[in-house]
C-alpha cells in the first residue's frame, strides 16, 4: 500500500509533473504564468498540451473537458476523447495547444440573466493555467473560465481572475511605499471550511423533501438532540470514519490538502477543513470537494447533505472563508508580528480591511445571500446578518491609541495556567475567539463565518478582493509623492480608524441589543436574499467593480438577475414539494390513522370501555387535517398568482412575504400532527432516525 505522500497529487498535472515533463524553457513560461499572470503564446501551450495529454493517457484517461464554473453554483463539464482517425482506419491519440487554450459550450443554456438568448448560443472556454489540470473518473479536466461571444463573463471564475488581480496591482503599489520593489506578485489566500451533514441513504430515499430540495420541509425535533453538546468534537463513529478516510484518499489524489475533520455540533454534522491555498486553486478545490463528499458518501450507502439548513432546531451548516494576503515570497501581509503596534505596513493593510468591510458591508451580505443560508444565519453557531469585525483586545487597544494619539503600553504575553502541574505552560493568544462575528481576524487572516455551504466561495472573494483593492488603491493614491511619508501614514491609519470603526464589535452577535446598536451606527441589516441581492446594482457598487474591471455594469445587471431568479426557483420548487407531500402522502396518513382510531373507539363503545384517548385524538386530527387541507389549497392559489406578476424583483418580494410564511404555517401543522399519529402511520423517516440512524 503506498504511502500519502507517494500519491498524494497523482493526479493533478502539478508543478512536479510539468518540471520533469516540460522542456526547460516551456516550464520557466508556465511558471511566469502561474506566479506573476505572464501571458502564454499558442507554441508554449502546443507543447504543454501534449506533455499534459501524455501524462493523462498513462494515467488512464482517455477523454478531457474543460471544466468550468457557471453561475448555476456547481461546475459544468463536456467531455471530448484524445483520439484522431488516420487514414488507414486506426486512431491516434491527439491534444493541440488550441484544444487546451480554447473550446466553446452552448452559452445559452447557462443562467446569463439576459446576456446570451436560446437563438444567441455561442460561448467560449478559456485555459485558466493558474490552476493546475487534473483527472477525475478518466477524464482529464482544465480549468477554465466561461464567457460569451461579446465577452461577458458568464461564470464564477472570470470575475475572481480579475478581482485578483485588482488586489494584486493595489498591493503592489503599497508594498513599493514601504521600499519593497523586488515583489513580483501579491495574491489572496484562502482556507474554506467546509461542514455537511451525513445521512442514511435508505432513510434519505424515503423523504421527497430532501430529494427534491436538499432540506427537510417537515419534521419534529426528536427528544434529544445536540442540548448535551455530546456530538462536538465526539468520537467519530465507524462508518463516518470509513467514509472520512475514503474521502480523504480520493482528495489527496487531487492534489487537495484536506488536513482537518471532526464531528460538528449538531447530530450527523460533520467538518472538513483544508490547508490554504491561492484563492482560485482554493475556489477549485472547493467545488471539487463538494462534489467528491456527495460521490464518496454514496459509496457508503450514505448521503451527503450540503444545504445550510437541512433540518429545523439544530445547527446549519456554513463555510468558514478564511482569507488574507501574501507576496510571491511568502509573506503574510496581515501577519501582526510580534509587535503589531510598530508595525506600520500591517497596520495599513489591516485598515484597508477595515474600511472595505465597512464600506461595502451591503456587498459582502449579498455575496453570501441565497435561499438556503437564510435560513442559518442568526442563529446555532451561524453569524447574523448584520455584518461587523471582531479584532479582539490587543488589536483593539492599539487602534483606540492611534485614534486618541496615547502611547501604548504592550503586555507580555501572558502564560497561561490551566492547573496541572505535569503540563507544559504556553502563551495565551491575545485575541479570543468571536463564533458570533461574520468577519473575525483570527491571528493572521480574517474568517468570513457568512457563508452558506452549499454555495461557491467565489461570490464571497471577488468581493472581499474589491472591495480591499478599492481600500489599497485610496491609500497609494493618498501617499505617493508625499514629502513626509511617516506622517502622512500615521494620519492616513488615524483617519480610517475614526472613520470606520463602527464597523468593529467584539460583542456577541446574537444579542438583541446589537441589532438596535447596529442600527444606531447606521450598519445595514439585510435579513433575507430579496434584502441583499438589489445590493449589487447599487450605484457606488457598480462603480466599484467597474473601476477595477472586475464586473461591467451589464454582468452585475445579469447576476442580480440570476440570484433572484434561483431563490424564486429555489422556493418554488419547496412550495410545490409541499403541496405533493401533504395530498399524496401526509393527509392521506393521517386520515388512516384517524380511521382506524374510529373503528378502535367504536369497538371500546360496544363494550363500555373508556375510548377517551382515541376520541381526543381524533379530534386533535380532525382539526389539524382540516387546517393544513385549507392551508395547502391557499398556498397553491398563492402560487397561481404569482404568474401574473411582473418581474423578479416583485416575485422574489411575494416568495419571501407571502409564500415562506405559508409554507411555515402549513408545516407547524404538520408537525403537530406528526406528534400524536402512529409511527407506523407517518409516511416519511423522523428526524430522530435521520439524525441518529448513521452507526
Known amino acids: 500500500?503506498?504511502?500519502?505522500?507517494?500519491?498524494?497529487?497523482?493526479?493533478?498535472?502539478?508543478?512536479?509533473?510539468?518540471?520533469?515533463?516540460?522542456?526547460?524553457?516551456?516550464?520557466?513560461?508556465?511558471?511566469?504564468?502561474?506566479?506573476?499572470?505572464?501571458?502564454?503564446?499558442?507554441?508554449?501551450?502546443?507543447?504543454?498540451?501534449?506533455?499534459?495529454?501524455?501524462?493523462a493517457v498513462e494515467n488512464g484517461a482517455t477523454h478531457y473537458t474543460h471544466w468550468f464554473q457557471p453561475m448555476t453554483g456547481i461546475t459544468a463539464e463536456k467531455h471530448d476523447s484524445f483520439i484522431s482517425p488516420c487514414s488507414d482506419g486506426s486512431i491516434i491519440m491527439e491534444f493541440s495547444g488550441k484544444e487546451l487554450v480554447k473550446g466553446e459550450s452552448d452559452a445559452s443554456s447557462f443562467p446569463s440573466g439576459g446576456i446570451r438568448t436560446t437563438f444567441e448560443a455561442r460561448g467560449y472556454t478559456a485555459w485558466d493555467p493558474t490552476s493546475?489540470?487534473?483527472?477525475?473518473?478518466?477524464?482529464?479536466?482544465?480549468?477554465?473560465?466561461?464567457?460569451?461571444?461579446?465577452?461577458?463573463?458568464?461564470?464564477?471564475?472570470?470575475?475572481?481572475?480579475?478581482?485578483?488581480?485588482?488586489?494584486?496591482?493595489?498591493?503592489?503599489?503599497?508594498?513599493?511605499?514601504?521600499?519593497?520593489?523586488?515583489?513580483?506578485?501579491?495574491?489572496?489566500?484562502?482556507?474554506a471550511e467546509q461542514e455537511y451533514f451525513l445521512v442514511d441513504a435508505d432513510l434519505y430515499n424515503?423523504?421527497?423533501?430532501?430529494?427534491?430540495?436538499?432540506?427537510?420541509?417537515?419534521?419534529?425535533?426528536?427528544?434529544?438532540?445536540?442540548?448535551?453538546?455530546?456530538?462536538?468534537?465526539?468520537?467519530?463513529?465507524?462508518?463516518?470514519?470509513?467514509?472520512?478516510?475514503?474521502?480523504?484518499?480520493?482528495?489527496?489524489?487531487?492534489g487537495i490538502l484536506a488536513k482537518t475533520e471532526h464531528n460538528e455540533a449538531a447530530p450527523a454534522q460533520h467538518e472538513l477543513a483544508p490547508v490554504f491555498s491561492t484563492t482560485n486553486m482554493a475556489i477549485d478545490h472547493n467545488q471539487l470537494t463538494m462534489e467528491i463528499m456527495q460521490k464518496v458518501a454514496k459509496k457508503h450507502n450514505l448521503i451527503c447533505l450540503l444545504h445550510e439548513k437541512p433540518f429545523a432546531g439544530v445547527n446549519g451548516s456554513g463555510k468558514h472563508n478564511n482569507w488574507s494576503i501574501s507576496t510571491n515570497k511568502g509573506t503574510n501581509l496581515l501577519e501582526p508580528g510580534e509587535t503589531p503596534y510598530d508595525n506600520a505596513q500591517f497596520l495599513l493593510f489591516l485598515c484597508a480591511v477595515i474600511k472595505a468591510v465597512d464600506n461595502y458591508q451591503d456587498l459582502l451580505r449579498a455575496s453570501v445571500a441565497s435561499a438556503g443560508n437564510d435560513?442559518?444565519?442568526?442563529?446555532?453557531?451561524?453569524?447574523?446578518?448584520i455584518v461587523s469585525m471582531f479584532l479582539g483586545d490587543e488589536l483593539n487597544a492599539i487602534l483606540e491609541s492611534i485614534e486618541n494619539d496615547t502611547a501604548y503600553e504592550a503586555n507580555e504575553k501572558v502564560q497561561m495556567k490551566v492547573g496541572v502541574h505535569v503540563l507544559p505552560r504556553f502563551p495565551k493568544d491575545t485575541t479570543d475567539r468571536n463564533r458570533t462575528s461574520p468577519f473575525a481576524f483570527t491571528g493572521n487572516k480574517f474568517e468570513f463565518r457568512m457563508l452558506g455551504s452549499a454555495r461557491s466561495i467565489s461570490s464571497a472573494n471577488i468581493v472581499l478582493n474589491t472591495a480591499v483593492a478599492e481600500s489599497l488603491k485610496s491609500y497609494a493614491d493618498r501617499l505617493e509623492n508625499v514629502e513626509n511619508f511617516e506622517d502622512s501614514l500615521h494620519n492616513l491609519i488615524k483617519k480610517t480608524i475614526k472613520d470606520h470603526k463602527r464597523i468593529i464589535f467584539n460583542g456577541n452577535g446574537y444579542d438583541d441589543e446589537w441589532v438596535k446598536e447596529a442600527e444606531k451606527r447606521g450598519l445595514y441589516n439585510l435579513p433575507t436574499t430579496p434584502d441583499a441581492?438589489?445590493?449589487?446594482?447599487?450605484?457606488?457598487?457598480?462603480?466599484?467593480?467597474?473601476?477595477?474591471?472586475?464586473?461591467?455594469?451589464?454582468?452585475?445587471?445579469?447576476?442580480?438577475?440570476?440570484?433572484l431568479e434561483s431563490y424564486c426557483k429555489t422556493i418554488n420548487i419547496e412550495a410545490l414539494t409541499v403541496i405533493e407531500m401533504v395530498n399524496r402522502d401526509i393527509l392521506p396518513a393521517i386520515s388512516s390513522y384517524a380511521g382506524k382510531l374510529c373503528k378502535t373507539a367504536s369497538m371500546k363503545s360496544g363494550f363500555n370501555a373508556d375510548a377517551s384517548y382515541e376520541k381526543s385524538v381524533i379530534e386533535k386530527l380532525s382539526k389539524l387535517s382540516a387546517s393544513v387541507f385549507e392551508k395547502v389549497n391557499a398556498l397553491e392559489e398563492e402560487l397561481a398568482k404569482i404568474k401574473s406578476v411582473s418581474g423578479v424583483v416583485a416575485e422574489a418580494e411575494i416568495f419571501k412575504s407571502v409564500i415562506i410564511p405559508a409554507m411555515e404555517d402549513i408545516r407547524s401543522d404538520v408537525d403537530e400532527a406528526e406528534k400524536i399519529t402512529a409511527a407506523d402511520f407517518w409516511p416519511y423517516p423522523s428526524y430522530g432516525e435521520l439524525l441518529f440512524g448513521v452507526n
Open 132 to 191: 493546475y489540470a487534473f483527472i477525475k473518473e478518466g477524464v482529464l479536466c482544465i480549468p477554465t473560465v466561461f464567457c460569451s461571444y461579446g465577452g461577458q463573463a458568464l461564470d464564477m471564475k472570470t470575475p475572481l481572475l480579475r478581482s485578483m488581480e485588482a488586489i494584486g496591482k493595489q498591493a503592489k503599489r503599497i508594498l513599493t511605499l514601504f521600499g519593497q520593489t523586488d515583489i513580483t506578485s501579491v495574491k489572496t489566500t484562502v482556507g
Open 1 to 55: 500500500m503506498k504511502s500519502v505522500p507517494d500519491y498524494f497529487g497523482c493526479m493533478v498535472f502539478d508543478d512536479k509533473a510539468m518540471r520533469s515533463r516540460l522542456p526547460k524553457e516551456t516550464y520557466k513560461a508556465m511558471k511566469k504564468t502561474i506566479q506573476d499572470g505572464k501571458r502564454l503564446d499558442i507554441a508554449v501551450a502546443n507543447v504543454v498540451a501534449n506533455a499534459m495529454k501524455d501524462w
Open 375 to 385: 435560513h442559518r444565519l442568526g442563529a446555532g453557531e451561524a453569524p447574523p446578518a
Open 533 to 563: 441581492i438589489p445590493c449589487l446594482i447599487a450605484e457606488k457598487n457598480v462603480k466599484l467593480f467597474e473601476e477595477h474591471k472586475v464586473f461591467s455594469r451589464e454582468e452585475l445587471e445579469a447576476r442580480h438577475e440570476i440570484y
Open 206 to 254: 424515503k423523504r421527497k423533501d430532501l430529494i427534491f430540495t436538499g432540506r427537510t420541509l417537515f419534521g419534529t425535533k426528536p427528544p434529544k438532540s445536540q442540548e448535551l453538546d455530546d456530538h462536538y468534537f465526539g468520537s467519530i463513529k465507524s462508518r463516518v470514519a470509513a467514509y472520512m478516510k475514503d474521502l480523504d484518499e480520493e482528495l489527496w489524489k487531487l
